[in-house]
């Protein structure tokens, strides 16, 4: 399946996509590995009706005349379904959905705890080996969880509009700290240049570009900034974190939630101690 | 040593404490285990100034009276160094220090991450099975450290004074969720009743107890109260988060922040990949 992908087999890289949403790609992402590093990996999130669809849709235009690759990854964490309704209708409204130079692929929770984001930052690391030139990572909806996916990402751009009143501020507050790029859409609108100051008053360290995404505006211009910012996937730093995380995701895994409970019981009633239970636990690492 | 502490005698339990300290006591903990259960394990937490101190020594004076026995822990998770001068001064003062049937232990921060409050819950592990009647955790100092250890007690007691203003209020904001008994210390003083208004108002259902911890005033009423408590230590939720956190703590271990350092240095620079790099990690359990 690895040469498949590398050779740009789409039905294989499809399969192989499933394989690391029910995260059984571990094997195959080891091997895929050496390959990555040289994607431009960008996360896209911002408000609910910012306008982020419109804006990835304009983005992949402009690469795709340059003659290069792009992948786009859809995700709603809020979302039960994977591919679900929304997120089909989603991909058949973009106008790049016939075009083999483009793959798109939603993703949604599955009602698993956690999880999301190291699946996301998995199907990046699929996408960059496949050889694509540009992979797209989109966030429907605000949360915690895009805080958490867009930082996996090299390059996160934050898509704000302006006039959304200090609830959405505040919803905010989360994605300004991991802004690499901020994007001030329906930058047509009034209260657009009062928000620019804004941005720029809280010295945030990252390029402000005004656009209107709808009429094709700031595209080229939001493509050189985030061209322009050394992507966070080939730092230590970034790699760190990341260790840390698939540590803990692969630690949780190893026990289920009904395992846990009897578990507990067993050591509340001193049926069993901790000590060694947590070490039985742990050892089952050793296959 | 097992049977040593077991039969009380003191030295084989200062040595076990120490092995505690230095987290290397799981195989003598796991086997001390099934005689713990017995003992009540209180944690008494609360602002600077608010009296912890007299109140632990008029609790144990009290529970001496009785003809039980009394370990007290002085956690210091700001204090740098173990049992140092401050805590070994506060140590001293104590009027209990030279009570056969009063074990004093004084724990600090050791420049490690984390783990303190799992340290303090094995501490009090130990002192259970040593056959204490009561083990006190009095933590010095505010934070989430101190939430975080006072969690892991069996009963909470919150320690507050009258009249410490908006600032004070704020920092117990994260203590209040875990009370199960407020005591409202210096209770002589102006405020006192407005304190214990507002604390019936906010429906915490924790009983709220008056005291003047100097003049021994409320002290068998904070005491008829916490015995009144039915103790967290037996319950599976309590055992379904200490396992949870201790399987972390332990994963946590295995790998240095040099070691963490270079892996991620080597998966930036593509000589590895983190997948089987998080394998080759996890694998150290089989032993």
Do not use: C
């Not at 795709?64 to 989603?90: C, H, M, N, Q």
């Not at 928000?195 to 094709?216: C, F, K, S």
């Amino acid at each position: 399946m690895q040469q498949e992908i590398v050779n740009g087999d789409r039905r294989a890289l499809a399969r192989a996509a499933t394989l690391v949403e029910a995260g059984q790609a571990d094997p195959l992402l080891a091997e895929l590995f050496p390959r990555t590093g040289n994607a431009l990996i960008l996360g896209i999130t911002g408000s609910p009706g910012a306008g982020k669809s419109t804006l990835v849709d304009q983005l992949t235009q402009t690469i795709r005349a340059e003659g290069k690759t792009v992948a786009i990854v859809a995700v709603d964490p809020s979302s039960p379904f994977s591919g679900g309704a929304l997120l089909g209708d989603r991909v058949r409204m973009m106008q790049h959905h016939a075009d083999p130079d483009v793959f798109i692929r939603s993703m949604a929770t599955r009602g698993a705890m956690g999880g999301l984001a190291a699946t996301t930052a998995d199907m990046t690391t699929l996408l960059d080996a496949a050889g694509f030139d540009v992979v797209i990572v989109e966030t429907v909806g605000v949360g915690q969880d895009e805080v958490d996916i867009a930082r996996l990402a090299a390059v996160t751009v934050v898509v704000l509009v302006p006039g959304m009143g200090d609830d959405i501020q505040a919803v905010k507050a989360g994605l300004m700290e991991i802004a690499d790029v901020f994007v001030i859409n329906k930058a047509d609108r009034e209260g657009a240049d009062r928000l620019a100051r804004e941005l720029h008053a809280a010295d945030l360290n990252a390029p402000v570009i005004p656009t209107v995404a709808r009429e094709g505006k700031g595209i080229a211009e939001v493509l050189a900034a985030v061209r322009n910012i050394p992507p966070k996937n080939r730092t230590v730093e970034h790699w760190r974190e990341r260790i840390r995380q698939m540590l803990r995701e692969k630690l949780l895994k190893t026990i289920s939630l009904d395992e846990l409970e009897s578990a507990a019981r067993a050591v509340a009633e001193r049926r069993r101690d901790p000590y060694s239970l947590v070490d039985e636990i742990l050892q089952r690492f050793s296959y």
